[in-house]
């Protein structure tokens, strides 16, 4: 709780978000499941405030300005932004608005609508908010946006102009550190001017066969990056000290060993990789294969 009287939540009324689709307008749902970073996002909400009963209850001057803001949160990325700022008018419904582009957003979109102080106010009270921004009422709202859990935040790029080798298909970024938090410490970069890539991309949750390929193709790639980041002589020896730690890259990492090779240590695939890589990445290759089989045998099973 803040330092200072809040009025009670109900001089704040605010209405569910919705989702602006083309021409529809919609609800917008607890889960996205067909959503993709290609998809920009435009919602609205209705906001009524009781401004001069918020005033009094915090112990306010009547006079004194009032602010609905709005902010998002991506949680995959960590990235967040304000996506609007409204003056509060007593007596009036006040509509608020996020519009925001699908490439910053991955994994769930977290709205947080605040009434605050738009200014300081000069006062020698006790237990009364004094500065602009000083919140007086918080609403949060949560939806999920992909049908593929665990999805890495993806971004289309162009290539030339993010410094990339502009004839790549795609781009991966890796973490620096076990302790990242697993959800912002991988990201990849598709490459605008590649429509093949991007499409397969866009169409994973039901892709064509030649969109199968390509996926298949970057998950191995991928799958090979985040092995070989795992097996660095000065992670592997460490990777069991973040176990505990569920939402770290190294938690990750070691589950994602402990899948691909439930009976070899990381010393022993290193000790592999390096005396005889083609037979490392052979090795690599049939232990995805087997854990894309079981995945999938599994998502049938619980379909049944």
């Not at 709780?1 to 939540?9: A, C, D, E, N, V």
């Amino acid at each position: 709780m803040p330092p200072y009287l809040l009025p009670t939540k109900d001089v704040v009324a605010v209405s569910p978000w919705q989702l602006h689709d083309d021409a529809s307008v919609v609800p917008l749902p607890t889960f996205l499941p067909d959503w993709d970073y290609s998809t920009d996002l435009r919602l609205t909400r209705k906001v009524r405030i009781d401004a001069a009963r918020a005033r009094q209850e915090a112990a306010l001057p009547p006079e004194t300005l009032l602010l609905v803001t709005v902010e998002w949160t991506a949680a995959a990325s960590q990235t967040s932004d304000r996506a609007c700022r409204v003056p509060v008018v007593d007596g009036a419904e006040i509509t608020v608005t996020a519009d925001i582009r699908g490439a910053l957003l991955g994994g769930a979109l977290m709205l947080t609508t605040r009434l605050v102080l738009g200014e300081d106010i000069p006062s020698t009270e006790s237990f009364v908010a004094q500065h602009t921004g000083d919140v007086l009422y918080e609403d949060t709202t949560r939806t999920e946006l992909q049908g593929t859990a665990g999805r890495l935040p993806t971004y289309v790029v162009d290539f030339a102009e993010a410094g990339f080798d502009p004839d790549a298909r795609w781009h991966v970024e890796l973490p620096t550190t076990l302790a990242e938090p697993a959800a912002a410490a991988v990201r990849v970069y598709l490459n605008s001017s590649d429509t093949e890539v991007v499409n397969a991309a866009r169409k994973a949750a039901a892709p064509a066969t030649t969109q199968q390929r390509i996926l298949a193709w970057m998950e191995y790639d991928l799958t090979n990056r985040l092995v070989d980041t795992a097996l660095r002589p000065e992670w592997r020896s460490t990777l069991g000290e973040y176990s505990d730690d569920v939402d770290s890259i190294g938690a990750s990492l070691t589950a994602l060993l402990s899948q691909l090779f439930p009976h070899e240590s990381p010393d022993a695939l290193a000790a592999m990789r390096d005396s005889d890589p083609g037979r490392f990445h052979s090795h690599l290759q049939g232990a995805l294969r087997r854990m894309r089989a079981h995945r999938d045998d599994n998502t049938v099973s619980s379909t049944v």
